[in-house]
């Protein structure tokens, strides 16, 4: 709710200025949403982070079925009656501690997953502007605007997203 009247407010301060200089103001939009799933740098970033992903699930998965191993051995101690399981019982709660907090280590809000992930689409981002900045110097726009976060309309003749992913290859071939 907060976000799509963020969203409106913005469209009606962009109506609020365009329609008083709107003869004199060249704008364009460009598709995010296009360039993430075109852009081979996202798309290598995005792979990257699904093999991290692979290994931390298979990580946590051998740590789980080790748990319930302990877990049965301490059930049938606990139903033989032999020592009551006492030792197992604390590793077993040891290696659920331990589970939790690699889980928070790696796959919660600031896991190393996520720290990850901003830090590699900060670069490309970073690339990213540098591309839709060329393209609206080059071709004297005032406005670019991300048309993936909240225009309702738009001619396809403004769609910059060409010359922007056009300009990440060059800026990638520059390398």
């Known amino acids: 709710m907060k976000g799509s009247l963020r969203n409106i407010l913005f469209i009606l301060t962009f109506i609020g200025l365009t329609s ?8 364009a939009y460009i598709l995010s949403e296009r360039i993430r799933t075109e852009y081979e740098e996202f798309k290598e970033a995005e792979s990257q982070l699904q093999l ?5 699930q298979f990580e946590f998965d051998q740590m789980v079925m080790k748990m319930d191993s302990l ?4 059930e049938i101690k606990r139903l033989m009656s032999l020592d009551k399981g006492e030792s197992i019982r604390q590793e077993l709660e040891q290696m659920e501690r331990s589970i939790q907090n690699y889980q928070a280590e790696k796959i919660g809000p600031q896991g190393e997953l996520m ?12 690339k990213v502007k540098k591309a839709v900045d060329k ?3 080059d071709g004297g726009y005032d406005y670019i605007i991300d048309a993936s976060v909240g225009l309702l309309y738009y001619k396809s ?5 060409d010359d922007v992913l056009h300009e990440l290859r060059n800026l990638s071939s520059d390398k």
């Open 20 to 27: 008083v200089t709107s003869a004199q103001l060249k704008i």
């Open 52 to 56: 991290e992903y692979r290994k931390v």
């Open 71 to 74: 877990k049965q051995d301490y």
């Open 115 to 126: 720290r990850k992930q901003a830090q590699l689409e900060y670069k490309i981002l970073g």
């Open 135 to 137: 393209v609206a110097i």
């Open 157 to 161: 003749k403004y769609d910059m997203t």
